[in-house]
């Protein structure tokens, strides 16, 4: 459980320290977290690229289902579930993603292969 206290301090870190904070925290947990609405995932488009956001917490996605996405809900995928349906539909779509958002600015914007570099390092320290 995330407390209001560290949504709070993580929001206020600049786009690539909440992206290392998201890698930890996935490595460690385990899970993903974005918005979907009628099993659509929300897309948000900047700069002629289509991005997946994507949080470590439902908590901190929660806070991104705001105006358009006023009306979607937070879904929860494994970390295996993510690379396996997310990851088929970015490879399909050539999306990018947009790893933790907070309020109306964009977090860290990758491609799905940096991504994945940099979940499989942090993983190893846990082997």
């Known amino acids: 459980m995330i407390t209001n206290e ?16 998201f890698i930890k925290k996935v490595a460690d947990e385990e899970m993903v977290y974005t918005l979907s609405f009628e099993n659509e995932i929300a ?7 289509k991005l997946i ?10 806070e991104c289902a705001v105006l358009e996405w006023g009306n979607y809900d937070v879904v929860e995928f ?10 088929a539909l970015v490879a399909k779509n050539g999306f990018l993603i947009n790893v933790f958002s907070v309020a109306n600015k ?4 990758v ?3 940096e991504l994945w570099r940099d979940l499989e390092e942090e993983l190893e320290q846990y082997d």
């Open 53 to 62: 956001s994507i949080w470590s917490a439902a908590e901190f996605a929660k």
């Open 78 to 87: 494994s970390l295996d579930e993510f690379k396996d349906k997310i990851g």
């Open 43 to 49: 897309i948000a488009e900047v700069k002629n690229n």
């Open 106 to 109: 964009t977090g860290f914007i």
């Open 6 to 21: 560290e949504i709070l301090n993580v929001s206020k870190l600049d786009a690539f320290k909440r992206y290392g904070y």
């Open 111 to 113: 491609n799905w292969s």
